[in-house]
Every structure is written in structure tokens, then in C-alpha cells.
């Protein structure tokens, strides 16, 4: 079948499409490019959503632009509210559940993630919020209001940036977190003992090693009861969940396309099916899973090269995720996984120098908080050249 004459289609509408669809305009001006979006297509910056409600931003101030405006300055055919009911590998199509089959010359899958199911029992459970998209963040705003109580499941990235900055816009902030402190899987232990301190001096209350079992509400005056695994109970207003994100895969499965954790694609970002790409939250590539704002620009202009002709593989340097907890900033350049070594610690006033280094020496990683994220970029040339 001759597609040359068919769009690329880009299935998904955040960071990693946009980024995309502006890669490729750089190489082509012309070339036929749908974006096709369950969503109302505003282009938005996801990691702020984690720290706009003590800003007082609402949902409609964090969209940049609309899908009409992006559409227009970037010459492209975008469809809203539209959902991609199926991929037909064989006839080179997609289904979706307002237009007839749409023939792709290339298609790109750059459709995120989910949050991953909370697994709390009761008849209170459909009142957990997650917050992974603008009409996510628009009706958490909503149920929040006049609230003062927020219990949030998660200590992790978003759940640290969620309770810095509830708490900060006045909430009295409870986490249940499994782990024996925030970050565990990024932050060695004096690193994550320092994060819940200075969070808790924002009044944020901690409960490590715990998980939520089940949860109910008292319909007379709203309040949520949530058990934990020990038989304590929580008192709260809210309960949300920012327990991790799990990559879409269901869609790409069902076409046959390869999928472990996320969809599997090679350094070209594509997939097991010739001329289905994949990139952003829903990948997997090397076994590993990336769900950050600087893999996904990487990806971008490597695809946006490969889709206008000119091969090219995703290479990434190092690449440290700051967590937006400004009453400690902290940096983290996590060591690869498996790598021996041993973390050594630098702790002053109201810093903390941590690094991981192997026998020889050599920086292999570093997490910095306080004044000793001003390092981050002496150390992030120092790793690279490692």
C-alpha cells in the first residue's frame, strides 16, 4: 500500500507530541501531520501541576495555548475530544469513535501514562483524586476549595510536590507513604530523613512503612475516614492519590505491538512494527522507563529527524530531575541501576553533598538539597565525563 500521500499521525496531545509536531516543522513545513487527542488539545507544562495551587493558578492559566492556535502557527490537522479505538497494523489505519479509518503514512504513539490504581477498599473509594491532566487539576481545584484537611498516598516525586505546596497554601497535609522516607528509591537515607524534617516543619505529617487499606465517608458531614494497614485511621477533608504513573500500553498490545512495562522501542524510538513509533511517558527503551520532561525533548528532535528522512538515534546525557520543594531544593543524578558503589555523604548548614562513588573514585551519581544544588552543574560535567 502507497501511503506517501497519508499524514504522520501523532495519538496523544501533551509534551511529547507538541514537541514533536515542532521538530518535525523544522526539518518539513509541509509534510501532512493529525494529531489525534481523547482531551481538548491545550498544550500545557505537566510538572507544574504539582506546584500551581499555592500559586493560585487555575487550569485555564496553565494552558499555553489552544489546539486551534497550535494548529494553525504549526500547520497541522488536530482532532479533539476524539478517542483511538484501535490500531489495524495490516491496513495501516487507526479506528477512532468520531471519523472513519484514518490511513497513517507513519504513526507515532505519544499517549503518556496513567496513574497507577491505588488499590483502597471501601465505599468511599471513588472519591480518591489523581491529578494527571488539566481537567484532573481543574476538579481537584474544585473539591478542595474551603477544605482544610488533605491526606495525600504517595511520598514519592509528585507526592513531595504536592504536599510542599498544599501545605503552603495554608492545608494541613498528611502522606502515607510505603517507604522509610520520601524519594527512597532516589535519595539515600540522610537525603530523605532531611526532605520529611524540613517538610515537616511545614507542618506536613508523615506516615512511613504505611499503606491505605480502605477508606469510607460520613455523607453528614463529608469527612473521609481512611484506615491504614496498621488499624490506624486518618481524619481528612481530601484524599489524593500520587502513588506513580504507569505507561499506556493497552492500545499498542491489542495491535501487537511489543510491550513489557511500557512499549518497547530501539534507540530510533520505534517499535516492533514497521513504521509505528513510540516516545514520552508510554515508552520503554533499555528496559527502562523515563517518565521526565528532558528524555522526552531528546526523543523529540531525534524522531522529528527520523520521520523527515534522516535516521537518527536518541543519545542522552545526564540528565538530573530537580524536585520543585523549594523550602529544600533538592537535584538527584540517580547512579545506574545495578552500578556498585557507595553513596558519601557531605552534610553543612542546611545543605547536603551527597555522591555515589565506585572504588576508583569516579562520581557515578549525586543528590544535592539545599545550598548544594548550586553544584548541580560542576558535578552534572564531571558525571558526563565519567
Request: aromatic share 4%.
Amino acid at each position: 500500500m502507497n501511503t506517501s500521500m497519508h499524514p504522520i499521525i501523532i495519538i496523544g496531545s501533551g509534551l511529547a507530541s507538541y514537541s514533536l509536531l515542532r521538530e518535525i516543522r523544522k526539518h518539513d513545513q509541509d509534510v501532512a501531520i493529525t494529531i489525534i487527542t481523547a482531551d481538548d488539545g491545550h498544550a500545557y507544562a505537566k510538572p507544574n501541576l504539582s506546584n500551581a495551587f499555592a500559586q493560585g493558578k487555575t487550569a485555564e492559566a496553565l494552558a499555553q495555548q489552544t489546539a486551534t492556535q497550535i494548529a494553525s502557527n504549526l500547520n497541522a490537522e488536530i482532532l479533539t475530544r476524539t478517542q483511538v479505538t484501535k490500531i489495524d497494523v495490516t491496513q495501516r489505519c487507526i479506528h477512532t469513535n468520531t471519523t472513519n479509518p484514518i490511513i497513517y503514512q507513519k504513526l507515532v504513539l505519544a499517549i503518556g501514562a496513567d496513574p497507577i490504581q491505588h488499590g483502597v477498599q471501601g465505599q468511599a473509594a471513588e472519591h480518591i483524586l489523581t491529578v494527571n491532566n488539566l481537567d484532573d487539576y481543574h476538579r481537584f481545584r474544585a473539591t478542595i476549595l474551603g477544605k482544610k484537611r488533605i491526606t495525600i498516598l504517595g511520598g514519592g516525586l509528585i507526592g513531595c510536590e504536592f504536599a510542599h505546596d498544599l501545605a503552603h497554601a495554608g492545608y494541613a497535609v498528611q502522606v502515607v507513604h510505603l517507604g522509610p522516607w520520601p524519594l527512597e528509591r532516589l535519595l539515600p537515607k540522610p537525603c530523605g530523613q532531611a526532605l520529611s524534617h524540613e517538610l515537616e516543619q511545614l507542618g506536613i505529617q508523615w506516615h512511613f512503612g504505611k499503606t491505605a487499606k480502605h477508606i469510607d465517608k460520613n455523607e453528614q458531614n463529608d469527612e473521609i475516614v481512611l484506615t491504614l494497614n496498621d488499624g490506624n485511621n486518618i481524619k481528612t477533608d481530601v484524599v489524593l492519590s500520587a502513588i506513580g504513573l504507569k505507561p499506556r500500553t493497552d492500545l499498542a498490545a491489542k495491535a501487537g505491538i511489543n510491550v513489557q512495562r511500557g512499549i518497547v522501542v530501539n534507540r530510533s524510538l520505534a517499535t516492533s512494527h514497521a513504521d509505528i513509533y513510540a516516545m514520552g511517558d508510554c515508552i520503554e527503551m533499555d528496559g527502562t522507563v523515563l517518565p521526565f520532561v528532558q528524555p522526552i525533548m531528546h526523543q523529540a528532535r531525534a524522531l522529528g529527524a527520523t520521520l523527515t528522512g534522516t535516521l537518527s538515534q536518541v543519545n542522552y546525557p545526564t540528565m538530573p530531575i530537580i524536585v520543585k520543594t523549594p523550602t529544600m531544593p533538592v537535584v538527584i543524578a540517580s547512579p545506574q541501576q545495578g552500578v556498585a558503589g557507595d553513596w558519601k555523604i557531605l552534610p553543612s548548614n542546611n545543605s547536603i553533598d551527597a555522591r555515589f562513588m565506585n572504588e576508583s573514585q569516579e562520581l557515578l551519581g549525586f543528590a544535592l538539597m539545599g545550598q548544594a544544588t548550586g553544584l548541580r552543574h560542576a558535578l552534572t560535567k564531571e558525571l558526563s565525563i565519567t
